[in-house]
């Protein structure tokens, strides 16, 4: 697990640590979702003890520097401590699962749209929106292809070590909707 994590990090390492100012999307979020806890930390240095059970869902209320670069630290408390990780596992291959049913050479045209047009219901996942999709667009669809690769490789190693945990396979749904490409 130890290669996995280096690759990881050296496939973000472009990402610098947010300033303070910068790490909520909503100024009243760095309080109210106690961001301000990020403000100075290493992403190398945060521990299943700060993000648990604090910290959990955190990364849905940063900007998206900050996002990418607390993303290393979740999946590194994800693989190096999963017994002790709560929801963040769950979290992050739900957070990787691509909203849309298979269709991979419609999804750039669905996003552009503006509003869900009927002839796209179909292609919407249950209980998934056209703002979720863009959500996985701006987060991940950008990224480029070793990024892409060392999300791969941390769904795999989830799905290989604690398939088990996911009786929905929701691991191999996320690689299947999207991943497998890179």
Request: glycine residues 2%; charged residues 25%.
């Amino acid at each position: 697990m130890k290669d996995l994590i280096e690759t990881i990090f050296s496939a973000f390492k472009d990402y610098s640590r947010p300033d303070r100012d910068n790490i909520a999307l909503h100024a009243g979020d760095l309080k109210f979702e106690a961001l301000e806890d990020f403000a100075g930390m290493e992403n190398s240095r945060i521990s299943v003890d700060f993000l648990v059970p604090k910290h959990r869902q955190s990364l849905f209320f940063m900007t998206k520097n900050a996002f990418y670069y607390y993303l290393l630290a979740y999946m590194k408390v994800a693989v190096q401590n999963y017994d002790r990780a709560d929801t963040i596992p769950g979290m992050l291959i739900n957070l990787f699962t691509l909203p849309v049913a298979r269709d991979w050479d419609r999804f750039d045209s669905i996003l552009r749209e503006q509003t869900l047009i009927e002839e796209y219901t179909p292609l919407i996942a249950s209980g998934s929106t056209v703002e979720d999709m863009k959500y996985f667009r701006e987060r991940f669809h950008l990224l480029d292809i070793s990024q892409k690769h060392a999300i791969l490789l941390f769904i795999e190693a989830i799905r290989e070590v604690h398939g088990h945990d996911f009786p929905d396979h929701a691991p191999q749904i996320a690689i299947n909707n999207y991943w497998h490409h890179f």
